[in-house]
């Protein structure tokens, strides 16, 4: 699968799970890491939890394995690298404090809506 269908997938997902605030980062031309950050924001663990199993499931569809899969069902961050993609899906609180939109603002914010 081609990687703009999987981050529809992955965006469509999440959407489909009422994430907030979902983002498309490409860092392709800023770091070696990954080629792409999604971030989407739940509001409590169990609709965190949610997320991460829509995750799994779109990008074992897609026939993706996670490399890493960091955070438990009361973390408030989970972080999922599958190489070229890496998912954060965080609390409203843990995405205003560490502000990965503005870490990364070097990369390019893809509008969900024009994958």
């Not at 983002?23 to 409590?44: H, K, M, Q």
């Amino acid at each position: 699968m081609e990687e703009n269908n999987i981050l529809k997938a992955l965006v469509n997902s999440l959407e489909d799970r009422k994430a907030e605030d979902t983002e498309v980062i490409d860092i392709r031309e800023i770091s070696p890491v990954a080629d792409y950050f999604v971030i989407a924001t739940g509001l409590s663990p169990n609709h965190l939890k949610a997320m991460r199993d829509t995750v799994e499931e779109v990008m074992f569809k897609a026939g993706i394995h996670e490399k890493s899969i960091e955070g438990t069902q009361k973390s408030a961050w989970i972080l999922m690298d599958y190489g070229d993609i890496v998912v954060h899906i965080m609390s409203k609180e843990e995405r205003q404090f560490y502000g990965l939109e503005r870490i990364w603002n070097d990369g390019k914010i893809i509008n969900p809506l024009e994958i």
